[in-house]
């Protein structure tokens, strides 16, 4: 069984910085897809980034192009999301994804993903 599991979020000032980290472990994945999604109060789910491991680029949403980073750790099967320049409207719960899939293209829709994690709260107060 496939665990997914996030860490990091917090309360955090405007301008601030945030690394959130995402663990996946359960099963081998053969062409894993990682994505960070991310759900404010009263919106949809919408895509943050996307990373095929052992693959690049990464893919982000224009949002936060320039401002977020993932990265990823071989040794400890974690990819982290690191958050720069936060903004009040990057609040919400954060989401990592993963899925198998035999393809580089960045799988963008929650729907393509079948294994999520519990989800961690980043607030940006202005």
């Known amino acids: 069984q496939v665990q997914v599991v996030e860490s990091g979020g917090g309360l955090v000032q405007a301008g601030d910085s945030l690394t959130l980290s995402c663990a996946a472990s359960g099963r081998t994945f053969t062409w894993l897809h990682l994505a960070w999604f991310r759900q404010a109060p009263g919106k949809e789910r919408e895509f943050v980034a996307h990373r095929r491991w052992g693959y690049d680029p990464t893919y982000y949403a224009d949002s936060v192009k320039g401002r977020f980073t993932v990265s990823k750790d071989s040794a400890k099967n974690t990819v982290y999301l690191q958050m720069n320049s936060l903004k009040p409207e990057d609040t919400g719960v954060y989401y990592c994804?993963?899925?198998?899939?035999?393809?580089?293209?960045?799988?963008?829709?929650?729907?393509?993903?079948?294994?999520w994690g519990q989800g961690t709260q980043v607030t940006v107060s202005s």
């Open positions: 994804a993963v899925a198998d899939y035999a393809d580089t293209a960045p799988h963008t829709a929650p729907g393509d993903y079948g294994h």
